[in-house]
Antibody, heavy 120, light 109 residues
Framework: EVQLVESGGGVVRPGGSLRLSCAASGFTFDDYGMSWVRQAPGKGLEWVSGINWNGGSTGYANSVKGRFTISRDNAKNSLYLQMNSLRAEDTALYYC?????????????WGQGTLVTVSS | SYELTQPPSVSVSPGQTARITCSGDALPKQSAYWYQQKPGQAPVMVIYKDSERPSGIPERFSGSSSGTTLTLTISGVQAEDEADYYCQSADYSGTWDWVFGGGTKLTVL
């Protein structure tokens, strides 16, 4: 059974830091590009960051560039998001998502999310 | 910054056809994906690479593209299809500049 399980969310003050983790199982993790996608309460999906299969290529939304860092450890089947200088507008449910596309098909998995609340 | 534009809402009666559009200048050059999200659940991919349907997704879901506009078509809409739908693609700069459309709430009357 494919599973992506996020952890590390919580309540943090503005300016604080959190590190999110995502544990993957049930699929070949190092075949997959991985992303963090967030959803503020009652709002739409917002892509936050992505990383390719070996960590050699990463990308960030303008809203988090310079504050968040994505990384992965394929030996541990894990994805991470280091979040620094947190702001109220970073409050959201953070999803871990993986995608692999071959020449003929795509496979896509999401976790259930971890909630980050930035509040004083 | 690059944007994908979707209508906020679409309403159809059961058995009718729902069409949800997504517009973006880079769509002719980048693959696009459609996601379905029901309340309290994680998104589920229903279309990939503009028009391909993953295994397990009902045949009533289809995707098409024309120029800078994508269309998600749900034929013979069922009550269980009521959900938010999001398109996702990337801008011209490549792999890791993803963007999601603002989402469309599909209401089954």
């Amino acid at each position: 059974e494919v599973q992506l399980v996020e952890s590390g969310g919580g309540v943090v003050r503005p300016g604080g830091s959190l590190r999110l983790s995502c544990a993957a199982s049930g699929f070949t993790f190092d075949d997959y590009g991985m992303s963090w996608v967030r959803q503020a309460p009652g709002k739409g999906l917002e892509w936050v960051s992505g990383i390719n299969w070996n960590g050699g290529s990463t990308g960030y939304a303008n809203s988090v560039k310079g504050r968040f860092t994505i990384s992965r450890d394929n030996a541990k089947n894990s994805l991470y998001l280091q979040m620094n200088s947190l702001r109220a507008e970073d409050t959201a449910l953070y999803y871990c998502a993986g995608r692999y596309c071959s020449s003929t098909s795509c496979y896509d998995y999401w976790g259930q999310g971890t909630l980050v609340t930035v509040s004083s | 910054s690059y944007e994908l534009t979707q209508p906020p809402s679409v309403s159809v009666s059961p058995g009718q056809t729902a069409r949800i559009t997504c517009s973006g200048d880079a769509l002719p050059k980048q693959s696009a994906y459609w996601y379905q999200q029901k309340p309290g659940q994680a998104p589920v991919m229903v279309i990939y690479k503009d028009s391909e349907r993953p295994s397990g997704i009902p045949e009533r879901f289809s995707g098409s593209s024309s120029g800078t506009t994508l269309t998600l078509t749900i034929s013979g809409v069922q009550a269980e299809d009521e959900a938010d739908y999001y398109c996702q693609s990337a801008d011209y700069s490549g792999t890791w500049d993803w963007v999601f459309g603002g989402g469309t709430k599909l209401t089954v009357l």
